[in-house]
């Protein structure tokens, strides 16, 4: 292997060989923008790995041929955005964060927010994400998550009347759901999603309402434990396009009303 010019011996460079090189030089204009995309561009290549030594700021400048102002801000920047993480001490330096899944969850849920991501188009997307979570649950779920569901079952019961309480034991049941599926970014984006949810299903909560959700989360336990997929999809898809039914009906006649 090929000794980079590194005398912290950065684990990112020692895994180039010979022929290779890791990172390429920038255009002048966009040096730190062209940090930023390398190593973002090795990332997904999969080329880096969570808890990789990238080396120190000075090491990192050296390799890239930039300022250590300009390394300084790029690092910065992929440090907000959860790419790396800084340690001090005697064994500190640049390393590649591990992941997050509650952090990537609350930043899908802020953009969209801010971006202004509609009603439908929000309800669309948890019927997409909970009907293939329902499948792979009938499919995956151990005892752990029968018992879990059941929990929560028991917590929706007891909170029907209660419309603010009741609707979040009640999306605590989806996502236990989505959970059962054993898929890490069906839970991220149905965590991120039930954030921009709440408000819009408190709205709409009555003890009526409530009673019927808590009947269909027992006709969906019932499936799961059954290993009935298909019938576990078609419950859940039938039961998120009534509530999208209504609560497109709901907006409708509030907007009027207006």
Not at 112 to 133: F, P, R, S, W, Y
Not at 185 to 210: C, D, I, K, N
Not at 226 to 249: C, H, I, M, T
């Amino acid at each position: 292997m090929q000794k980079a010019p590194d005398a912290e011996g950065s684990g990112l460079t020692q895994m180039v060989g010979p022929a290779e090189r890791l990172w390429s030089s920038g255009k002048q204009s966009t040096l730190s923008a062209n940090v930023i995309d390398q190593i973002r561009t090795v990332l997904f290549a999969g080329r880096l790995a969570p808890g990789d030594r990238l080396g120190s700021e000075a090491s990192l400048a050296l390799q890239f041929g930039v300022s250590r102002m300009t390394m300084r801000d790029a690092l910065r920047s992929l440090q907000a955005s959860g790419v790396i993480e800084v340690k001090v001490g005697i064994k500190g330096g640049i390393f590649v964060a591990e992941g997050n899944s509650e952090r990537l969850a609350e930043t899908i849920a802020i953009q969209l927010k801010l971006i202004g991501i509609g009603t439908e188009e929000l309800l669309d997307t948890q019927i997409a994400i909970e009907v293939m979570a329902a499948g792979l649950a009938a499919s995956n779920a151990n005892s752990a998550d029968i018992k879990a569901l059941h929990e929560a079952l028991a917590e929706a019961e007891r909170l029907v009347d209660d419309a603010e309480e009741f609707t979040w034991a009640a999306i605590n049941f989806h996502g236990c759901v989505v959970g059962c599926s054993h898929n890490r970014v069906l839970t991220a984006q149905f965590r991120a999603l039930s954030h921009v949810l709440m408000p819009l299903y408190v709205r709409g909560s009555s003890p009526e309402v409530a009673r019927r959700a808590v009947a269909f989360q027992r006709a969906l336990i019932a499936c799961i434990e059954a290993r009935e997929p298909d019938a576990a999809r078609n419950l859940v898809y039938g039961r998120l396009q009534f509530v999208k039914s209504r609560q497109l009906g709901d907006l409708a006649k509030g907007e009027a009303g207006e």
